[in-house]
């Protein structure tokens, strides 16, 4: 068990929070097979794939929640032991004060998350930061934030195949006895992941129907949308906006072996698997909102994409394609330039730099070109100044931001959710990692929600961007037994 009780209490002295833990092989069991010993327990997988197949080398699994974080609308809650409070700041100052109330230490042999808190910032979250017009309807209701802490995290290094079992402790005035309690919280997990999953059920290997996915827009619909959205790039009040459509459609199986199809089926860099009470979201995004570690700040926006081919030759050729694409260059220049001024607002001056530029990449059924830019902050900043600054990704808006976002809410007919928004970690020794909502289920009440975007130029084609929207949404469907909405007729 680490640490010793002498350095525990040397810890204790500067940090309101001191883990303990245990790190051992983890030998042949996976993250996976950790997610169904603990059941209902575990409240959020995340992981990462590198490239199409290779995993990441960190999964990162929370177990026991010991407080929860919602906003919704103007009101804000703190559940925490079982205690219901009030919070008056809006969601990020929120979480501001919950980060330097609750400090841990960044130790030599952790890794760069094990404890914070975990969870989403919906895309109608922006309406704290920005003043928006209230047009489109809200019909899905579950709440704008949701962050939870949990009391313990596992975390799986898949290069030194080894596990680390930790939990948050509390010193406070009782440091021998927050110690004791959180080896005999060590002792109590080992023993459960000793014994043998349970067996999946009928519910757990289910799948959903797909019959009859209804879309917000129809075909047409959004071919009329693009239209008027080229009127005002023609007219100059926009550069570019990210017009999108959601599906919805019954869901009757588990969120986990939901999961675990759309890691096998579309590995991508941001994997995650959130399961707050009636709500689950189960993702695979490609693409990086912000990351923050020891003040160094980066992001990867990504604009361009062609759908995979279907033999070597054929993919060669379509990113090819791709990278020639003139339209597709200037779309992907004008976001990595909007990500430049984004990190440009927080971070020290001089230090942006485009390290990364128009890179191909190909995921499992579609490419993208993607791009690199860093920064540094400040001694005054925080990792949650650069993602006020970054919120909602360009990629997801358009340009310029706030009137694309305006006219977003004027064309969409639904409020978008979580779809566009954040979902990542905010750790207690002061790193964050986020990606944007997208390639990703929403689960809620009996419902799958699927959606999916492409950005409007003034060349646009609308049938080809329709035809972009739907080949993005395509993993999405297939993890639920479907091919989609080109495949089910929605045209």
Known sequence: MQPSYEEYLALARN???????????CGEISPLDVLRKLGRRAVYLLESAEGRTTVGRYSFIGCDPWAVLTFDRTTGQLLKNGQSFSLHNPPLAALQDVLRRYRAPQLDGLPRF?????????????????????????DIMYPDVA???????????????????????????DPAGAYATGCALIEELLAQLAEDAPQESEEMVRRAAVDGPVPTLS????LNCVR???????????????????????F??????????????NPSPYMFYLHFGNLAVIGSSPEMLVRVEDSEVITHPIAGTRPRGATPEEDEALARELLADAKERAEHVMLVDLARNDLGRVCSPGSVQ?????????????????SEVRGRLPPERSPLDALAACFPAGTVTGAPKVRAMEIIEELEPRRRGLYAGAVGYFSFTGNMDTCIAIRCLILHQGKA?????????????????YLEVCHKARALFSVLGGGGPLDTGDR
């Open 15 to 25: 940090f309101a929070v001191v883990p303990v833990w245990v790190k051992l092989p």
């Open 114 to 138: 094990y404890g914070g808190p975990v969870g989403y910032l919906g895309y109608d979250a922006v309406r704290y930061l920005e003043r928006l017009p209230a047009i489109a309807t809200r």
């Open 147 to 173: 962050l939870v802490i949990t009391r313990n995290t596992l975390v799986f290094d898949h290069l030194k195949q080894t596990l680390l079992v930790l939990t948050l402790t509390h010193p406070g005035n």
């Open 219 to 222: 075909m047409e619909e959004f």
């Open 228 to 250: 008027r959205a080229k009127e005002y790039i023609a007219a100059g009040d926009i550069l570019q906006v990210v017009l999108s459509i959601r599906w919805e459609l019954p």
């Open 252 to 265: 009757t199986g588990h969120p986990a072996t939901t999961y675990a199809r759309l890691r096998a089926l």
């Open 354 to 370: 485009v390290t990364r530029f128009m890179i191909c990449e190909k995921y499992s059924h579609v490419m993208h070109l993607v």
């Open 449 to 465: 929600y699927i959606q999916a975007g492409a950005g409007i130029v003034a060349d646009s084609v609308p049938e080809r961007e």
